[in-house]
């Protein structure tokens, strides 16, 4: 197969849904607020209006500073949380608190929910006192807990079943970003519960993705995350690495922008490669991690040209092949091993016979379509 036609052509299409996509940064959400009307309700930062009560659900590392920002911004907010010693804080900067999340639900228009996993997010908004048993037509319920797909859309069907709307939101960025009102949100749902709570979103986050049906947001959040799962761990390795063997200038010079930029293009290739495949827009993952903690300019310069499978040379893959064998036989020679790094190289090796040596190095990627491939048609 042609390498130009693989995204297109060699995985299933991706979900027509997601043509239906909205970006929108905070600049240009309080670029629109300037026309927005201010009749009643809550007037948000930038003149944004949002009407009605909101709930939060889970007060945790990411919850409480988004409910806080919530609080700050002007919001009448009701909180809940399991150890209810934790609302304290929110309660002292003048939110309510209800003793279930079905009495938050029952007494808010909107709901919020940042719970650790699946098992708690689904026990708090499907469980016994959980949040769908205070829900009712025009009500909203939006989960901005990290989940899979499969446990979003149960938790959608319970919240849909009582006439309420539910949009999933997961978002990207840590506890400063929270703190800041600098997150990502990856949305979907329903639409117009999205447009309904973008005010919300905009007080606690820089930008916000609309990505049609539940179950998108999730995927893309766990794409991005993998991908950042994987830098991170590459770079774990390189500060243990450098201490371990004292080789600060070597580590320094040669070995982590080496180490760096071959794995993160493999990271980022897989990320691209699995988006795709379950139905995602890599253009999207691209646009998601170049706002988020693990931006790098490669992945926005070389991003889009990989998705069209274009691989112009700028560092020619049999260079950075090279490299990662020289680096390898370098730390043989200390005796440290970088598994990250002998993984990266085979496939950059499986490139090379490809006939890719004289691309650029992302060429890497159609050494991960060749295995996928390879696997599909076993
Ligand atoms: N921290 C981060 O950098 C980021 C985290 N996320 C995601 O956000 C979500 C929250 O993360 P974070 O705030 O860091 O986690 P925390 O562990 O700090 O908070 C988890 C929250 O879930 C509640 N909870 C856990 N189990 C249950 C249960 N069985 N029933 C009811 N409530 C429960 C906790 O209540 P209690 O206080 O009683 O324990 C707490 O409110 C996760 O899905 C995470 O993957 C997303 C982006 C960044
Ligand atoms: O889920 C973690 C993040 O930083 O995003």
Excluded at 21 to 46: E, H, I, K, P
Aim: aromatic share 6%; proline share 6%; glycine share 8%.
């Amino acid at each position: 197969m042609p390498a130009a036609a693989f995204f297109s052509a060699a995985l299933p299409p991706p979900s027509r849904t997601l043509s239906r996509r909205l970006v929108v940064s905070r600049a240009a959400a309080a670029a629109a607020s300037a026309s927005a009307s201010s009749s009643s309700g809550w007037q948000g930062g930038g003149g944004v209006e949002f009407q009605g009560k909101v709930g939060f659900l889970g007060l945790g590392i990411m919850g409480a500073p988004m409910a806080s920002n919530l609080i700050k911004a002007g919001c009448d907010v009701t909180v809940w949380n399991r150890t209810k010693s934790k609302c304290d804080p929110l309660l002292s900067l003048g939110a309510k608190y209800e003793p279930t999340p079905a009495q938050v639900a029952s007494s808010c228009d909107v709901t919020f929910a940042m719970l650790a996993d699946p098992q708690s997010a689904a026990e708090v908004a499907c469980g016994s006192s959980g949040a769908a048993e205070g829900l009712a037509p025009g009500k909203g319920y939006v989960d901005v807990s990290t989940v899979d797909g499969a446990t979003s859309k149960l938790i959608g069907e319970r919240i849909t079943s009582t006439g309420a709307s539910f949009l999933e939101a997961p978002v990207s960025g840590s506890k400063k970003p929270a703190e800041d009102g600098l997150l990502i949100f990856l949305t979907a749902g329903d639409e117009s519960l999205y447009k309904r709570v973008a005010p919300l979103l905009d007080v606690m986050g820089k930008s916000r993705f609309y990505l049609g049906d539940v179950g998108n947001g999730a995927a893309m959040k766990l794409v991005v995350n993998m991908v950042m799962g994987r830098w991170h761990k590459i770079i774990r390795y390189l500060v243990h690495f450098k201490f371990e063997q004292n080789l600060w200038m070597l580590s320094l010079n040669v070995l982590v922008p080496l180490v760096k930029y071959c794995s993160m293009m493999v990271s980022f290739s897989e990320g691209l490669l699995l988006s795709e495949k379950v139905g995602l827009d890599p253009n999207t993952l691209v646009e998601v991690i170049s706002q988020g903690a693990i931006s790098a300019p490669m992945f926005s310069l070389k991003g889009p040209s990989m998705v069209k499978a274009a691989y112009p040379p700028a560092f020619p893959l049999k260079h950075q092949q090279k490299d990662l064998r020289l680096a390898l036989a370098l730390a043989e020679s200390v005796s440290q091993s970088i598994p990250t790094v002998a993984a990266a190289n085979e496939l950059y090796k499986a490139a090379k016979s490809l006939g890719l040596s004289d691309h650029d190095f992302s060429a890497v990627i159609e050494a991960l379509k060749a295995k996928v491939q390879s696997q599909s048609s076993q």
